[in-house]
């Protein structure tokens, strides 16, 4: 499938996208830091856009009344049945693949990776935030580095404390697993952080619900034990416990919600194949401490074969500095604060990164960068959609690469040239370059594959940086890279010409 992004696919965008790069292209390196976005003719779909999102939201509110399956009857039959709460379960994951270029999934052959071992060092530590002025709720709690980690550290790496099965995906198959965990772990639990009562229609729900019971119980708990008539005092004992699961069902309730993590890297509809009782959603709770940032400095990523989630730090992180992962990745860096404000409003999330805080010397920077990014996204996806079907002419190629590599740029300006860079960079090696080398001289043609090479050896740093060398996804770049040092070797000593010569193969 060619890479797309889920907010920037509308085809009318495209005429917008390609004046506003023609735009950029003339003006960049120059006015990057005084860039202002909202002038540009990407944002003229903006509205549609936000419209898009706004409506997006309110049908998945919709969707999630319409299945909630609480009844809140009056008085003393009010049901607490959590039966048919429905999880979205495509959520929070750190690394959740949506329609954007995928890396490469291991093919089937033994690997024996096993026997490398990733120290985990886990030099960071729980720290209160200070509370924001007038702040009447408990303040944050973020992690932070007690001394300097280097990239490509591992410091988190945890099995799941509760985790939700496919199929089924049940609020209540939840509850029994909370009810078995021992008391120091449920203490774990409740200590993250939960989203706000207003972050799903489900959230208002509980709480509408705990309220309800609440009221009800309250001025029979007041009365003093002997005003109370037999008839109150059995409704109380009935009730207490009603009221005293409702209570928990809300507070884990909102604390998955904003914490838990995907633990399957497949699109939407392949997991409906998922072998019943495959988990598929999980709360990991040292995870759930590091808070979100839009400049995150640390990658987490599920280890499907080990089931583990794995956090690494992407860059040499200062002691006292505080560690930060992206909550969601699929727009993260392509839209704008505004945009994102919106999303990480879903999940009852604030930012306050240098790219969300519009007084920070970088706001500019970030804006300009992400817009351009995804202005090049829309132009990309035609191009390499059209790919897919048919060899392009050189200039198609061409135009191609320089916006594989101004997007690459534009990364790096926003802070996030980690895995979403090795995504890009991955069809520069596969595609774009390939495609262009076939038919140079055969000294451009070793020119062209040194650069393939580099690109992979890119790809490759950032995988064992992200990922970690006992990972399968590292091992897939591992040998792209292995494979473009053999075909620059190849071209080297003349096999390739040879080749052609003798088979008329192009390479
Ligand atoms: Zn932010």
Known sequence: MPPKITVVTAAPERAAAEAYIQDRISSEGKQTETANPSTSPAHISYAERRRRYREKKRAKNREEESSTGFSVTAGSEADVSVQSLRTDTDTLAPEPLRPRPQLKKPSPQ?????????????????????????????GDQGLFATQKLTQGTRIISERPLLTLTAPGDQLEDLISQFKLLSPTDQERV??????SPEASSQLKYLQLLVDKLAKEIKPIVHKPLVDRTNAEQAWLVAMAPKLEHAMTVWRLAARWHVNRCSMIDKPMHERYRLP???PITGLFIERARVRHSCVPNCFASFDAS??????????DIAPGEELT???????????????????????????????????????????AARTRAHARVILLNDILTRLETQPLPEPDLTTAHNHLLALIRDLKTSRCDTVESVRWR??????????????KSADEKLVAWKVILEHAKECERLGRLCFGEDREEFEVLKEQREASEAAVRMIGDGVVELLMQEEGVPF
């Open 190 to 195: 409740w200590d993250i952080r939960p989203a």
């Open 426 to 439: 991955n069809i520069l090696v596969e595609r774009i370059l390939p495609a262009r080398a076939i038919f």
């Open 276 to 278: 019943p009782g495959t």
């Open 306 to 315: 080990r089931r583990l989630m794995n956090v690494h730090v992407t860059r």
């Open 325 to 367: 992962l992206a909550a969601f990745a699929d727009t993260l860096y392509y839209n704008t604060a505004e945009e994102r404000a919106l999303e990480l409003e879903e999940w009852g999330l604030k930012c306050n990164c240098e790219a969300c805080d519009t007084t920070h010397p970088r706001f500019n920077v970030h804006e």
């Open 110 to 138: 033994q690997r024996d990776i096993t026997e490398v071992k990733v120290p985990v060092l886990a030099h960071y530590e729980l720290r209160k935030l200070p509370k924001a002025n007038g702040d009447k709720e408990d």
